[in-house]
């Protein structure tokens, strides 16, 4: 018999007494499920002093937890073909597995004790550190990774959540002990405010019974901290350019930004148009038009925001050779510039449809829709969100998107970040 | 038109011009991915036009005669799409996945891309810069270096050995007729695959393929790559000194053709190394970790060396490449992680395999190859990326394979093939500034056996 055919298959949800949100989505096209579990733990929640603590817990849940090793974990998961993956993203620390659905009932139990009982073996935590202190030292010869996380310093001042890089610093990471995991692990690790999502072949009102039945005891460890606003941020006075030369490099990464809006903000739809108009649609947008197929200088030039608890960034990213850095610059402030004076009836058009017609395909494999299930449902935008957000793509005006050029994209009030080969600062300015 | 009917919901034809197609009914979703495949890649190429295959691809989303260089990507995302192309070894693809009722525009796109792309001179131009931007953003990456050195060392005399991207030299110099006439030579019904998976029906799109692709004319032959790489009868090594973050090696060994049974023997032997590999070039390794209960997890980075390894066994017509590169941990002598690495290999040859090691990294294998055959995207890129480099029925064929590996045959597969007459080891170590600092917490581990 054939499924369902709606544009969306529909989630259900039940929230536990401890605060946990359980959602399921039934898909029989295959014997597979993903589970995604969103915590509030991301490194914006890292404390002062300690970055890189969301990050390093992400890594050390599955090294150790109740009484079971970080090598029978690794062989409870493996043995079984399954695959586990925990990644402390900005807002959220996630977790993502992917398993044959005969085998849920294991994996839950296990996902449970990774979750409520990590024990942080001190070997483990020394391992995890010198790990990330390698990859500290790959990212700072990283062209991308130097301007986008520069350009977050210089928008968001020091304190606030959005400073900080994801793995922290040499001496950030080198002060952290298993007693500082455990406490963000027991402050930030709750029930209340945690979403588990398990789409693919299950029956979903038995699976949240099954899921309940496994999570319901999860009690809070310690105080329970409530959920962190993320404070609003003045986007600079004055433009801030920042040149950062690194050895060895042929190519340029180049960010430009600007502060952008909170997911929870009303002109998110408008952004998202905004967005796909400038630098999206296509090949890039009016920005790939410009700096890739007009002007053939870069092999990639986009734009994207970050809208998260707090205001993230809206920004624009190109790779150019270092003689053409001050010509790609140009035709990037020309862009956004223009944009600034108008949109056209045709290309908001275009921008929309494309935008609301790709949801489907958003939802379309088991992690694609968990993932999408557990974002929106920790951004309070609710389950039936994939249904709503065609609808409301669709209501946007050309006007909301100037509007919104207007409020995001002010030039003079940005961050630039070239990194990769030494190039004068004066000529980019 | 010659037609078989596969397995249930594939259906396989060939049309009187050449052109392969392959259908796969998946009803879940209101989404369908067509790709069309050419055999047409850098294997194709000699030094002097290195990387044209790459740069083909790119002038092939600059419009055509009836669809402009817009609508080649506008209408795809109108229909809610996704779409890209690749170009590698042995094969150039272009695909797009969008909402069903778009199907017959997109395969009329990729019928015009078969014929009818334009080549104008000031487009060609533009793109030169654009792909050699897509070179040196790759070489701001270290490890691009080291990856091309060895495997330029690896291989000797195979076509496999230049990269896909092409060399500098070859991109400056290559002129528009050159890309034009490669493209007029490798772009026929007769050298190409068409995949659709999702939500069709067969029968009607057969009809409807038969339509839009019936009338291109079949093309030439295309000579096939005649070179076979001499074996190798030495170790061979490779030391680069750039600027870096860390210390990375590499280790090539020879790895078997896809169509080889010893491919299915190296995939479940990557397993117990590494975790396994995925067999899908474009969906690689996404969602998935490390191996944490693999042998070179466990001895290098639990052992305190490596900060990480990772492994590379592509599918492909010809004998390629197995790779294993560590990044050491800092202050980590990368002579110790040799002697580890090959230590492991040589517990394979030795035949020191439990029937738990067996069973887990074809459980692994197995599970994997399921997840892959979840989106209309993977499903019709593994279809097309098989049949292209030799038929989709090895890939149906593959769990079948895999199930019948032995631990006899991994052990006579590492002594043939990895060991140390066969392999090249690449390190490269970062040439700048001072020494990084000693690793947080003081003294690192020894290795496990």
């Known amino acids: 018999m054939m499924p369902a055919r709606s544009v969306t298959i529909p989630a259900r949800s039940v929230r536990l007494d401890n605060g946990l949100l359980l959602i399921a989505r039934e898909n029989r096209a295959a014997r597979s499920i993903a589970a995604r579990v969103v915590v509030e733990a991301g490194c914006a929640f890292d404390p002062p002093g300690k970055e890189g603590t969301a990050a390093l817990l992400a890594g050390l849940l599955d090294r150790g937890a109740g009484n079971l090793s970080a090598e029978a974990i690794a062989e409870g998961f493996e043995f079984l073909g399954a695959t586990y993956v925990a990644r402390a993203q900005r807002d959220t620390l996630d977790i993502e597995i992917r398993l044959l659905s005969e085998h849920l009932p294991q994996i839950l139990d296990r996902l449970r ?4 009982e990590p024990t942080f073996p001190d070997e483990e935590v020394r391992r995890e550190k010198e790990s990330t202190l390698t990859a500290i030292a790959e990212r700072e010869q990283d062209t991308a990774s130097v301007a986008e996380e520069a350009l977050a310093a210089a ?17 950030s990471i080198r002060g952290i002990g298993r007693d500082d995991l455990r ?3 027991r402050a930030r690790l709750r029930p209340a405010g945690t979403i588990l999502v398990l789409a693919g072949d299950l029956e979903a009102d ?32 004055a433009p801030v350019t920042i040149v950062r030369p690194i050895e060895g490099k042929t190519q340029a990464d180049i960010a430009l930004g600007f502060v952008g809006l909170p997911r929870r903000s009303p002109d998110l739809p408008a952004a998202m148009v905004l967005n796909n108009v400038l630098g999206e649609f296509g090949l890039g947008g ?6 890739r197929e007009r002007a053939g200088l870069a092999y990639y030039a986009y734009s994207r925001f970050a809208p998260g608890l707090g205001a993230g960034p809206f920004l624009v990213r190109a790779g150019v050779a270092s003689g053409r850095v001050t010509r790609a610059v140009g035709l990037i402030r020309r862009t956004i510039q223009a944009l600034r004076c108008g949109v056209t009836p045709a290309e908001v058009k275009d921008s929309k449809r494309a935008l609301s017609a790709s949801v489907p395909r958003y939802m379309e494999t088991n992690p694609e829709a968990a993932a999408f299930l557990a974002d929106a449902a920790f951004y309070g935008l609710g389950i039936d969100y994939p249904d709503r957000l065609p609808a409301q793509i669709e209501a946007v005006e050309r006007r909301e998107v100037e509007a919104a050029a207007g409020k995001y994209l002010t030039l003079g009030r940005h961050v630039l970040v070239v990194a990769g080969p030494q190039i ?4 980019i300015r | 038109m010659r037609r078989d009917s596969g397995r249930e919901g594939l259906r396989v034809a060939r049309l009187d011009n050449g052109l392969t197609v392959i259908l796969r009914e998946m009803r879940q979703v209101r989404l369908v991915s067509v790709w069309c495949w050419y055999r047409v890649g850098s294997r194709d190429e000699r030094p002097g036009i290195t990387g044209i295959s790459h740069w083909v691809e790119h002038m092939n989303f600059k419009g055509t005669r009836t669809i402009s260089k817009d609508d080649v990507t506008r209408l795809v995302e109108l229909a809610g799409g996704t779409w890209n192309g690749y170009t590698w070894l042995d094969v150039t693809t272009y695909f797009e996945t969008v909402q069903s009722a778009a199907l017959e525009e997109m395969l009329r796109l990729e019928a015009s891309r078969m014929t009818d792309c334009l080549y104008p001179e000031a487009e060609v131009e533009r793109e030169r810069t654009v792909v050699i931007s897509e070179l040196q953003g790759g070489e701001n990456d270290p490890r ?3 990856e091309r050195e060895v495997g330029g060392t690896a291989l000797q005399a195979h076509p496999y050995r230049w990269p896909t991207i092409g060399y500098l030299s070859d991109l400056r110099a290559i002129t528009r007729d050159d890309l034009y006439r490669h493209y007029r030579t490798y772009y026929a019904p007769n050298n190409a695959v068409l995949v659709v998976a999702g939500d069709l029906e067969a029968r009607k799109t057969l009809g409807l393929v038969r339509r839009i692709f019936g009338r291109i004319r079949r093309g030439g032959d295309p000579s096939p790559v005649r070179t076979v790489e001499p074996p190798q009868s030495g170790e061979r090594r490779v030391r680069l000194r750039r600027p870096s973050g860390a210390v990375y090696l590499d280790f090539a ?14 995939l479940v032997a990557d397993g117990i190394l590494a975790g396994g590999p995925s067999v899908n070039a474009w969906a690689a390794n996404s969602g998935r970790g490390p191996g944490k209960s693999s042998r070179l997890y466990r001895a290098l980075v639990e052992g305190d060396l490596a900060s990480e390894v990772v492994t590379a066994l592509v599918p492909s017509r010809h004998p390629y490449l197995y790779r294993i590169m560590p990044t050491a941990k800092e202050g980590v002598d990368p002579g110790r992680i040799e002697a580890v690495l090959l230590g492991e290999i040589d517990r394979l040859a030795r035949g020191d395999i439990q029937a738990r090691d067996l069973d887990r990294a074809k459980n692994q294998f197995l599970a994997r190859y399921a997840l892959e055959s979840e989106s209309v995207t993977d499903v019709a890129h593994q279809l097309g990326f098989f049949e292209t480099i030799d038929s989709h029925q090895l890939y149906l064929d593959l769990p079948r394979r895999v199930r019948r590996v032995t631990a006899e045959d991994i052990s006579r597969l590492a002594r043939q093939r990895l060991d140390e007459a066969h392999r090249t080891v690449g390190i490269l170590v970062p040439a700048q500034g001072a020494p990084p600092p000693p690793p947080a917490g003081g003294a690192t581990g020894g290795p496990r056996p």
Request: one cysteine or more; proline letters at 11%; hydrophobic letters at 40%.
């Open chain 1, 183 to 185: 406490s963000f692990h």
């Open chain 1, 286 to 291: 009016r920005l790939g038009k410009a700096v």
């Open chain 1, 206 to 237: 038995r699976t949240l019974d099954r899921a309940a039945a496994v999570f319901g005891a999860w009690r809070d460890g310690g105080t329970a901290e409530p959920r962190v606003a993320v404070p609003d941020v003045r986007p600079p006075e």
């Open chain 1, 113 to 116: 004790l990774l979750l409520v």
């Open chain 1, 155 to 171: 928008l968001f001042p020091a304190g606030h959540p959005y400073h900080s890089r994801r793995l922290g610093t040499r001496e």
């Open chain 1, 424 to 427: 004068k600062e004066e000529e």
């Open chain 2, 253 to 266: 060994f020879h790895a078997p053709a896809a169509p080889d049974p010893d491919f299915a023997t190296l």
């Open chain 2, 144 to 146: 691009c270096y080291l």
